[in-house]
């Protein structure tokens, strides 16, 4: 309210903006336009703005990255009267200001106020907001007691060039040496990405892709970088610019980041310089956040959704079919199959967490499905669908009571074969993603064990829940036909469709370890399909201990025979090149950064061989002649993520995602910054073709 001449004081515009709505910061970004003030003080000289650190906001689904504030900021400027002034003195301000939702609306602020300008100086009343806002202001790092160093991937950046850089936090600045000075640092925002924030400098667009902790950083961090060079851009020496936000034992700070980049003309030779640093940990996540009860919510819905994808629904109809089999049963008798084909899901969910944990705890990470990217444990699911086929053709009966073969089909009912029947539901569910199934998967394979076990059973609940219910609810049991004549050709047809199971199997082996390895299997299953038939004439002819030894050989057969079959992985192409038929290069993370910094838009999706849902999405969507015409029409560069045989950097970026296993859809819009669209696992034409829109408009479009 007064203030001393010749002395420093804040004048400052305080703004209050409407929920959702907000203004921009110095550097706006990739739209908007930050406020522009006009002070008028007679007899005073106003300073710079003290820009707060701003907000992170990501629009158009991640595609435009702008920088600002919401709810509230104040913009304050240091002023200094003359040591000649005195009296009241009217402090006016004219002030530019764009505000933004979806629209934007420009405004013009014309405000005014009184200050004395006496021999004693009077606080005002928003003294305390002053100061408020003075602490998010960014200072230089020596007066923060730190050292900032900027670490590149090559000597000097040319117009046009992609690369990478680190922003490094050493927590002993000034020539610290206590160990107990220098506390540790850490990110100071939510999301890693948004705790650098740029300035505008000679044309070079950054964007944080991570962090890590490295050792000779003592109590200090680094912010991974990926940057690129605009082609008009400047060749001359410029300077790293922008605000960096941190915390130091919990408590808030802020710090100015003005560091050197060197530039060099475009086409000047350059030298690369290779350093581990410049690459994020794989742990750096761009998952959605889920809570634990939110994923086990997942988990449930989707296992239940998982019972409509091609891989469950031969055995679900088996299922069903049983019903029919047992409608003349008791419902405490229709009852006990749900609980044991429950129990089967269960109890095979529960191993697989079992596997899953044991695997980690080896050092070996691994995702959903992975079974299937070992050809022996494909080979082994091929002769249990077999054997299992030739039991519906009635070859053979599980049972080995010979007494009990003559009431048709009833053996194939028993409990036992309900709870084999929820075992089998799991194995051929694996190699689907259903939706919600890689969300909770994703956040259990990055939890505790106890986590995982909670997850995997959460699904095999929702996948058996149906038939359960069907099992459970006498009302919903009765709309199953009754048993009759019909169920000898039902079984008949649901052991082809078994079969179709196994061809598609045979495919997958291939793509894995080739057409020998198709032949070796297809001559074991034949061989495996002839001791059934011989072990179901002896079990037919009544004879019950030539059959049990019939049993036991074809056990031992079956087991030592799989054990030695010659169906390793083949090594994949060397040269990095994916096949021309392929949609798409192979794909490579460095490859989708260069691609992305050259301002292309890009399109990643993850696939496997084994991966039915991936496969229908291929044939159904990305085949389509509508989605290849925008691709081709919006310039995407593709990159294909084949995840048939194991690859860690596949793993890597699927759990980046939050995600176990494939199918995956990343849709990237043409600028560095831009989050990537997730699409959902599976696909429409119309849903892809908007994605690739939005990502990448034409001039008429955005217009």
């Known amino acids: 309210d007064a203030v001393r001449p010749g002395e420093t004081f804040r004048a400052g515009l305080l703004l209050s903006m409407d929920r959702h709505w907000h203004v921009y910061w110095r550097n706006s970004g990739q739209s908007g336009a930050p406020p522009l003030l006009r002070w008028q003080i007679p007899g005073a000289e106003v300073g710079a703005i003290e820009w707060p650190f701003p907000e992170v906001f990501r629009e158009s689904r991640g595609f435009i990255t702008t920088y600002g504030y919401s709810d509230e900021v104040l913009l304050a400027s240091p002023v200094t009267f003359a040591s000649d002034a005195s009296g009241e003195v009217e402090v006016r301000l004219d002030a530019d200001v764009l505000v933004c939702e979806i629209q934007c609306i420009p405004g013009e602020l014309h405000l005014s106020r009184s200050i004395r300008v006496a021999a004693a100086k009077q ?37 046009g060039d992609a690369f990478r850089a680190a922003l490094a936090v050493h927590a002993c600045g000034e020539g610290k040496s206590d160990a107990e000075a220098c506390a540790a640092l850490a990110p100071g925002t939510a999301k890693v990405d948004d705790a650098f924030v740029p300035d505008h400098f000679g044309g070079v667009e950054l964007a944080v892709t991570g962090s890590r902790r490295p050792a000779f950083l003592s109590g200090g961090f680094l912010l991974t970088l990926s940057g690129s060079a605009a082609a008009d851009a400047g060749d001359g020496d410029s300077r790293l610019r922008g605000a960096l936000a941190l915390t130091r034992e919990g ?55 998982l019972n409509a994808m091609p891989c469950v629904l031969p055995v679900l109809a088996i299922k069903v079919f049983g019903l029919a089999e047992l409608a003349q049963h008791g419902r405490a008798e229709i ?5 044991a084909y429950t129990a089967g899901v269960l109890a095979s969910m529960l191993a697989l967490a079992g596997i899953v944990v044991g695997l980690r705890a080896a050092g070996t990470s691994v995702g959903w499905g992975f079974q299937f990217q070992e050809p022996i444990f494909v080979a082994a699911i091929a002769a249990v669908l077999v054997v299992f ?20 089909g009833a053996q194939a009912t028993g409990a036992r074969r309900s709870f084999f029947e929820g075992l089998l539901a799991v194995v051929l569910a694996t190699p689907c993603t259903a939706p919600f199934v890689g969300t909770a998967v ?10 995982i076990a909670a997850i995997f059973l959460a699904i095999g609940l929702g996948l058996s829940l149906p038939f359960l219910l069907i099992c459970a609810v006498p009302a919903w049991a009765k709309l199953v ?38 032949g070796v299997l297809l001559a074991y299953l034949c061989a495996l399909a002839a001791g059934v038939w011989v072990f179901g004439a002896l079990q037919r002819s009544g004879r019950s201990s030539p059959a049990r030894i019939a049993g036991v050989a074809l056990l031992v057969f079956a087991l030592l025979g799989l054990r030695s079959l010659p169906v390793a992985a083949a090594a994949p192409a060397s040269d990095g090149a994916a096949p021309a038929a392929e949609l798409g290069r192979r794909f490579s993370s460095a490859d989708v950064r260069a691609a992305r910094a050259r301002g292309a838009p890009v399109f990643v999706y993850f696939t496997a061989e084994w991966c039915l849902t991936c496969k229908v999405n291929e044939h159904a969507v990305l085949d389509d002649v509508r989605v290849r015409a925008e691709l081709e029409q919006r310039g995407f560069e593709i990159f294909k993520g084949d995840w048939t045989r194991r690859d860690e950097a596949i793993r890597s970026e699927l759990a980046r995602f939050g995600k176990a296993g494939v199918p995956l859809y990343l849709v990237y819009g043409s600028s560095a910054r831009a989050q990537p669209i997730v699409l959902p696992e599976l696909l429409t034409v119309d849903l892809f073709v908007n994605a690739l829109r939005e990502a990448a408009p034409t001039t008429e479009e955005k217009t």
Request: glycine share 8%; proline share 7%.
């Open 481 to 518: 036909p009754r048993s009759g004549p019909w169920t000898v050709q039902l079984r008949a047809a649901l052991g082809f469709a078994l079969l179709g199971t196994v061809v598609w199997l045979l495919w997958v082996l291939g793509h894995s370890a080739g057409v020998d390895a198709q």
């Open 251 to 305: 408590e808030p700070e802020f710090v100015e980041v003005d560091l050197p980049l060197p530039r060099s003309a475009a086409g000047a030779p350059v030298t690369l310089l290779e350093n581990p640093w410049l690459e994020p940990e794989a742990s750096d996540s761009q998952a959605p956040e889920v809570s634990f009860w939110h994923a086990l919510l997942l988990a449930l819905v989707g296992g239940v959704v």
């Open 442 to 451: 994703g956040f259990a394979f990055a939890s505790s064990t106890a986590t």
């Open 389 to 408: 086929a030739l039991s519906l053709f009635g070859v053979f009966e599980f049972s080995l009571d010979t007494s009990r073969i003559a009431n048709a």
């Open 123 to 159: 606080a005002s009343a928003e003294h305390e907001l002053f100061e408020r806002w003075r602490a998010r202001v960014p200072r230089r790092a020596g007066a923060r007691g730190l050292e900032l160093e900027a670490l590149y991937s090559q000597a000097a950046v040319r117009p």
């Open 335 to 339: 009852l006990r199959h749900g609980i």
